[in-house]
């Protein structure tokens, strides 16, 4: 185990509190402790029942799994259905048409309040739209939207046709965007003008123009919303706005079935080499589990349950918990577009009290950055209405679980506290492994503040030694999973050798998933992050790798080691340690510069919060970067064993560069 998981695992050896469940709330929780029971019975059966009950299938499935091409898995095998149906028109044909499926908030204020019916139409819209563009059943679909309707209503309307769709987060920056379509050979590209943050236009459309601009693209079409009204470069030809082309279209489109390991969408996410992963899920095993966590994890009662996930579409939690298993479940959500400190600070707590939200699914960093800010901005709300608050991303740290339980689940309104809080349910999953696979029900577990604890039932996850041995209670170790899952992804986009390598070839027969975890004393799971060379930064992955690449792209930049530092509030922080040359070296605007470079070539969130120049790094004889030497520097600890490093005096060189 790593320094750090080791230094956290002391640190959480010494947490014991724990909640249980008020009879309340398990005495009407969906999901009580049978579901366990059911699941260890007789797992592919119980799988196989989920699936029936919570999905329309249009042609039942024959097989449950098929794990004969390990590690390539196919659920539900012969079945058939169509996501879109799954979400939007089975809803109005049962009666519910009318319940809200999306409130939307943009950042100015402006709201729309958009019915099953009513989705149900502009997805069907869209679809004729993207086909009419040429789109077929199994093309491929670059999505670079903000969070406005457009975003899900593309997604759906992608999955309806059996189009696969490519989001990209909007914070990724023309290089990054461009190396996706490049990757997945996008036909299409669905953007907006821009976006509005921090009461500024902010532009999205010409991250899309300059990702194009380099011929040799696949990409045929460009459709533009226009969600701002700025001013934008048109490309004659290429670029057609929505409103010519969706809002004029046919309200009329039956889904057609697809079938059950039919290809949904691609998502890149950084792995440990600089290039990242196309992260491919299907129709089937996807919809079931991501349906079925999102009511028993999050206690969903449709009828009466306001939730919201503030997760972006761009990210894995925004594609299951906002886009997909909602909908499914035929639950109403909020959809916010903006940031959380505008117009103040209290824009979150305000739009939980305005729309009256009864669940919360949030980040970590998000809620140690509401306690920076402190809790009278939320304790001036009525917050009553929640249930339920998750958590995502990261590992949350037991006082800020603490606080979150405190500000945000003890709210009574009128400045009053409730004598039972809302349980809290940490979740802990990946792109890879498409929903929650460790968390605990809310009407069934005691919840300790700081722990995912249990996995979902149905799921079976462990910890093991370097070795492949499960560890004992009270010990560390690496997290896997033992059986396979229906949201598994199915493999890496045109890279099935990676997706064998990365995740099935540690152990045998196991899924590794990159984290160390912890069983404490009744077995439960603490998370303690990443064991490779990803970081953590507000719950966003970047590779250390593709950073280090981005830097010496540039050319004042010899050598670059980069390392995720432990940081109070986006739990770590991006710290680049750089060799510089030539003559730009000298410019006293280079660091800056660097930090630039690296939003250019991947984006805003992969900037260094520092940049530090140094003469030298700390190597092996076999030429590997010491990047536990670098971190115990980003985290201010000295003496770290320097015994392994080629050259004894580099630590030493370092130190006093960095005094002066
Ligand atoms: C859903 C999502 C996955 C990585 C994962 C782990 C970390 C996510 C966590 C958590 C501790 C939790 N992670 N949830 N760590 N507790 N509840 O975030 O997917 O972006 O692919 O990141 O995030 O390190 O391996 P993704």
């Given at each position: 185990m790593s320094e750090k998981a080791s230094a956290t695992l002391d640190n959480l050896m010494t947490e014991n509190r724990k909640f249980a469940p008020s009879p309340e709330f398990a005495a009407q929780a969906v999901a009580k402790a049978d579901k366990y029971e059911a699941a260890a019975a007789d797992r592919l059966g119980y799988w196989a029942d989920q699936a029936r009950s919570t999905l329309t299938w249009d042609k039942d499935f024959?097989?449950?799994?098929?794990f004969s091409d390990a590690p390539f898995a196919k659920w539900f095998v012969g079945g058939e259905l169509n996501a879109a149906y799954n979400a939007l028109d089975r809803h109005v044909e049962r009666g519910i048409g009318d319940r809200v499926a999306i409130h939307f908030e943009g950042e100015p204020g402006d709201q729309q309040t958009i019915t099953y019916a009513e989705l149900t139409e502009r997805v069907k819209q869209a679809a004729n739209a993207f086909e009419g563009l040429g789109v077929k059943k199994g093309d491929r679909v670059a999505v670079y939207l903000p969070m406005i309707p457009e975003a899900v209503v593309t997604m759906l309307a992608c999955a309806r046709i059996g189009a696969i769709h490519s989001v990209v987060f909007g914070g990724f920056s023309a290089e990054a965007l461009r190396s996706r379509i490049d990757d997945a050979e996008a036909k299409l590209v669905v953007t907006s003008d821009g976006t509005w943050r921090r009461g500024k236009a902010s532009s999205l459309k010409d991250a899309v123009d300059a990702s194009l601009e380099k011929p040799g693209h696949t990409v045929e079409n460009v459709v533009v919303v226009q969600r701002t009204g700025q001013d934008i470069v048109w490309n004659e030809g290429l670029d057609r706005w929505w409103s010519d082309v969706?809002?004029?279209?046919?309200k009329e489109h039956t889904a057609v079935p697809h079938d059950s390991e039919h290809p949904l969408f691609i998502l890149y996410t950084s792995g440990t080499t600089g290039k990242p992963k196309g992260i491919l899920h299907t129709t089937g095993g996807y919809l079931v589990q991501t349906a079925v966590t999102h009511r028993d994890t999050f206690d969903i009662h449709p009828e009466s349950d306001v939730y919201w996930c503030t997760a972006d579409i761009g990210w894995i939690t925004g594609h299951s918990y906002v886009t997909y298993a909602p909908l499914v479940n035929g639950s109403t959500q909020l959809m916010y577009e903006g940031t959380p400190d505008t117009p103040g600070r209290d824009r979150w707590a305000s739009l939980v009290e305005k729309y009256g939200v009864t669940v919360m699914y949030t980040a970590p960093t998000a809620i140690r950055t509401m306690m920076k800010w402190g809790r009278e901005l939320v304790d001036a709300h009525d917050l009553s209405s929640i249930r339920v608050l998750g958590s995502v991303g990261e590992p949350i740290n037991p006082e800020a679980w603490m606080w979150y339980r405190d500000v945000f689940g003890s709210n009574a309104g009128g400045g009053k506290r409730r004598e039972n809080p809302a349980p809290i349910v940490d979740t802990w999953w990946q792109t890879e492994t498409g929903a929650h696979m460790i968390a605990p029900l809310p009407g069934v577990t005691e919840t300790k503040p700081g722990s995912a604890q249990v996995p979902v039932p149905g799921i079976t996850v462990d910890v093991v030694d370097e070795t492949g041995q499960s560890v004992g209670n009270g010990q560390g170790g690496l997290l896997v999973i033992r059986d396979p899952w229906?949201?598994?992804?199915?493999?890496i986009w045109k890279d099935p050798e990676r997706f064998k390598d990365t995740y099935w070839s540690r152990f045998d027969g196991m899924y590794f998933a990159g984290d160390g975890a912890k069983k404490d004393d009744d077995g439960d799971i603490w998370l303690l992050g990443r064991v490779d060379d990803v970081m953590n930064v507000s719950g966003h992955r970047l590779s250390t790798t593709e950073i280090e690449s981005a830097l010496v792209s540039h050319p004042a930049v010899a050598e670059a080691a980069v390392v995720g530092a432990a940081d109070e509030t986006t739990g770590e922080a991006v710290v680049a340690f750089v060799i510089l040359r030539g003559e730009e070296a000298a410019k006293d605007t280079i660091v800056e510069e660097l930090r630039a470079h690296v939003g250019k070539e991947i984006?805003?969130?992969?900037?260094?919060?520092t940049i530090l120049v140094v003469p030298e790094l700390p190597k092996t004889?076999?030429?590997?970067?010491?990047r536990r030497l670098l971190k115990d520097i980003a985290e201010g600890r000295t003496g770290g064993d320097a015994s392994t490093l080629a050259d004894q005096s580099v630590m030493q060189q370092i130190t006093e560069a960095l005094k002066k």
């Open positions: 024959t097989e449950t799994l098929d969706v809002d004029v279209a046919s229906p949201s598994m992804a199915r493999t984006g805003p969130i992969a900037k260094p919060r004889r076999s030429g590997k970067i010491v």
